[in-house]
């Protein structure tokens, strides 16, 4: 059973696509995180939801839209794809107060 | 704003070898953390460090959070295959709701 999942795992398009990539929790936790990860392996946190709420955004262009309709779910869009948007965006959920993050399996986004 | 230096970068050992390394910041932390990632994986929590002075074992691996709140250590004894990867640090700062930074990552290779 996965604990944290998300979808896709690969995604490859073309500059100035619009893209989603969904994330899905079953471990109950009510705080949810988007990461990116460079080519250098550096993970950067971009949000974080805590309840269906904003929690944490950190200064990430606002082509970049997270949407949580509830608290098993954080949904990434991003408008308007840039070539340095290609990275491996990270799902991560835990409980807040708590320090302890579970990370999904990660999604490689390709632009071309 | 807050870094944390982690080292080395990489290592090459031989199998059977002890490992070690370790993260520094010029900032306190609450908690420190060690997250390894294996090719193509999210992030997997390995040890958590909740007070100044602690040390924590995991199997083969042991890490303490620092007297002054600013480093931690990651010792893994014997290394087998398996350890390959990248070993990540990260922090939670004081008062930060649960915002974790992390380090840009060690990367372990095992020799044949």
Same mark, same amino acid.
């Given at each position: ?61 606002? $082509? ?9 779910? &954080?949904? &990434? ?30 999604? $490689?986004?390709?632009?071309? | ?20 390394? =370790? ?6 932390? =609450? ?26 074992? =995991? ?54």
């Amino acid at each position: 059973d996965t604990a944290v999942s998300q979808t896709p795992k690969y995604l490859v398009t073309q500059m100035g696509n619009d893209k989603s990539i969904k994330c899905e929790q079953n471990l109950g936790h009510d705080t949810m995180y988007w990461y990116k990860q460079d080519s250098k392996k550096f993970l950067k946190i971009m949000f974080s939801y805590n309840n269906k709420e904003l929690i944490i955004n950190e200064t990430v262009p606002n $082509r970049f839209s997270p949407k949580s309709p509830d608290k098993a779910h &954080l949904n &990434l869009h991003i408008n308007s794809l840039e070539l340095g948007d290609s990275a491996v965006y990270f799902c991560a959920s835990g409980l807040s107060g708590t320090d302890t993050q579970y990370f999904g399996p990660g999604t $490689r986004l390709t632009v071309l | 704003g807050q870094q944390l230096n982690q080292s080395p970068q990489s290592m090459f050992i031989q199998e059977g070898e002890d490992v070690s390394m =370790n993260c520094t910041s010029s900032s306190i932390f =609450n908690t420190w953390l060690w997250y390894k990632q294996d090719p193509g994986e999210g992030p997997v929590l390995l040890i958590a460090l909740y007070k100044a002075g602690e040390l924590t074992s =995991n199997g083969r691996l042991t890490a303490q959070f620092g007297i002054t709140r600013k480093d931690s250590f990651l010792n893994i004894s014997a290394s087998i295959p398996s350890d390959v990867g990248i070993y990540f640090c990260a922090g939670q700062l004081p008062n930060r709701d649960d915002k974790i930074i992390f380090g840009k990552g060690t990367r372990l290779h095992i020799l044949p």
